[in-house]
């Protein structure tokens, strides 16, 4: 059974640093691209980076671009999202999902259930 699991979403002030993992089972993580998208309250969810299953293929958001790293560890099947400087526009829940390659594209067909990132003082 296919399935992505988010974690490590919180509280943090801006400025800071949180680290997002995506875990994925059910499925070979290295036949995959993999994105991390973003949904604020009324605003429309917006990709922020994805990684294809060849680690030199990254892509990144502008707003996100020198403070957001992405990368993946096939051995464990987890995919991270190190984030850092954060800042209050930052806040909102974070979903990891699947392309339905192994590149990155606009086609995504299993989702995780998102994580909460929240940045404030």
């Known amino acids: 059974q296919v399935q992505l699991v988010e974690s490590g979403g919180g509280l943090v002030q801006p400025g800071g640093s949180l680290r997002l993992s995506c875990a994925a089972s059910?499925?070979?993580?290295?036949?995959?691209?993999i994105g991390w998208f973003r949904q604020a309250p009324g605003k429309e969810r917006e990709g922020v980076s994805c990684?294809?299953?060849?680690?030199?293929?990254?892509s990144y958001t502008d707003s996100v671009k020198g403070r957001f790293t992405i990368s993946r560890d096939n051995a464990k099947s987890t995919v991270y999202l190190q984030m850092n400087s954060l800042k209050p526009e930052d806040t909102a829940v974070y979903y990891c999902?699947?392309?339905?390659?192994?590149?990155?594209?606009?086609?995504?067909?299993?989702w995780g259930q998102g994580t909460q990132v929240t940045v404030s003082s």
């Open positions: 999902a699947r392309s339905t390659g192994g590149y990155c594209s606009s086609s995504n067909d299993y």
């Open positions: 059910g499925f070979r993580l290295d036949y995959y691209a």
């Open positions: 990684i294809s299953r060849y680690d030199g293929r990254i």
